[in-house]
């Protein structure tokens, strides 16, 4: 079976210092892979998502990027922290490069930035 | 692209009662809809889907209506105990590859 593994749960960061959040999913090929933040009580906003090793988009501008340097390892990063980076970050995956289904997310990380 | 509204926001029942959450899509060649339930701390966990080719899907408590014409999705759960308690979301694909999500349903279920 498939499973997704993300991590830190939870981080505290100053403002300035970097950042490096990681997503591995098992059980599975060449998914699709996607990033989200989520404010306190808020939606879903897309970050990044991932069709392929190498192949990222970026859905808004920001102070983050996104690496995909295997398969199913996809790392969310930042040179400088804002405090307007502080959020709930979701790693998600689904099958297939046509299909927009069975989004499967991680568990999260609450990132605070002080 | 695929927009996605939905409502209400809040939604506050009482055990046993029955709770619905309605969701409009605009893309009308759409044809996969997802519910997502997401409990406090946690990330969104799925918890029904719906194809195009069907009018409603049923599981237990829960079930997912579609109604192709009017471009509008819903959620119903039945028999409501305080473990439905979270916050819904509904989605639509918004291109091959990428769903997009609605705004979310806050449920609160009261004793």
């Known amino acids: 079976s498939q499973t997704i593994h993300q991590w830190p749960a939870t981080l505290v960061q100053p403002v300035g210092s970097p950042l490096s959040l990681e997503c591995t999913v098992e059980?599975?090929?060449?998914?699709?892979l996607y990033w989200y933040r989520q404010a306190a009580g808020r939606g879903l906003q897309l970050l990044f998502y991932?069709?392929?090793?190498?192949?990222i988009s970026s859905e808004v501008p920001q102070n983050l990027s996104a690496s995909r340097p295997q398969d199913r390892q996809f790392i969310l990063s930042s040179k400088k922290l804002l405090l307007s980076d502080s959020g709930f970050y979701l790693c998600?995956?689904?099958?297939?490069?046509?299909?927009?289904?069975?989004?499967?997310f991680g568990s999260g990380t609450r990132l605070t930035v002080v | 692209g695929e927009n996605v509204e939905q409502h209400p926001s809040t939604l506050s029942v009482q055990e046993g009662d029955s709770a619905v959450i309605k969701c409009t899509y605009s893309?009308?060649?759409?044809?996969?809809f997802p519910w997502y339930k997401q409990e406090l701390g946690k990330g969104p966990q799925l918890i029904i889907d719906?194809?195009?080719?069907?009018g409603e899907k049923k599981d237990q408590r829960i079930a997912v209506t579609l109604n192709k014409t009017a471009k509008h999705f819903s959620l119903h759960i039945t028999e409501t105990q305080p473990e439905d308690s979270a916050v819904y979301f509904c989605?639509?694909?918004?291109?091959?590859?990428?769903?997009?999500f609605g705004t979310g349903t806050r449920l609160q279920v009261t004793l």
């Open positions: 059980g599975t090929s060449n998914p699709n």
């Open positions: 719906i194809r195009s080719n069907v």
């Open positions: 989605a639509a694909p918004w291109t091959a590859s990428k769903l997009t």
């Open positions: 998600a995956w689904s099958i297939g490069r046509l299909r927009a289904e069975g989004y499967t």
């Open positions: 893309d009308s060649a759409s044809n996969y």
């Open positions: 991932s069709v392929g090793i190498g192949q």
